[in-house]
């Protein structure tokens, strides 16, 4: 099921979907450590999107994001994937252990 999520006090500059979609990620930790990982975004926008990382990042930190735009995670094909770069907003612990980034897109493409 997918929600479209919008509230007259949020600042965002699109609607944003709660959907998730699987992918990758590399980023530079807030050592200075480059790393990739596996990622599950919470959800997406037209200006960015939100995900969790088992690690802290910068605000200002460099992202490269790919994503399979399916939410099938038994299809491990590669039917649609779109490749983005970004910054980070912010970055927030979660109760489990993980960090929300928010990431604002500033150059994507389908591949």
Do not use: C
Request: cysteine-free.
């Amino acid at each position: 099921m997918t929600t479209v999520v919008a509230d007259i006090r949020d600042r965002r500059k699109s609607p944003r979907v709660n959907i998730q979609y699987h992918g990758r990620v590399r980023f530079v930790d807030t050592n200075g450590v480059k790393f990739k990982t596996d990622i599950i975004v919470d959800n997406v926008s037209a200006n960015g999107l939100y995900l969790r990382l088992p690690q802290n990042v910068a605000q200002g930190s460099q992202a490269w994001v790919s994503l399979r735009l399916s939410t099938d995670t038994e299809d491990l094909s590669n039917k649609l994937v779109v490749a983005m770069r970004g910054v980070a907003l912010r970055a927030e612990p979660m109760s489990d252990g993980t960090w929300g980034v928010a990431v604002a897109f500033t150059r994507y493409r389908v591949l």
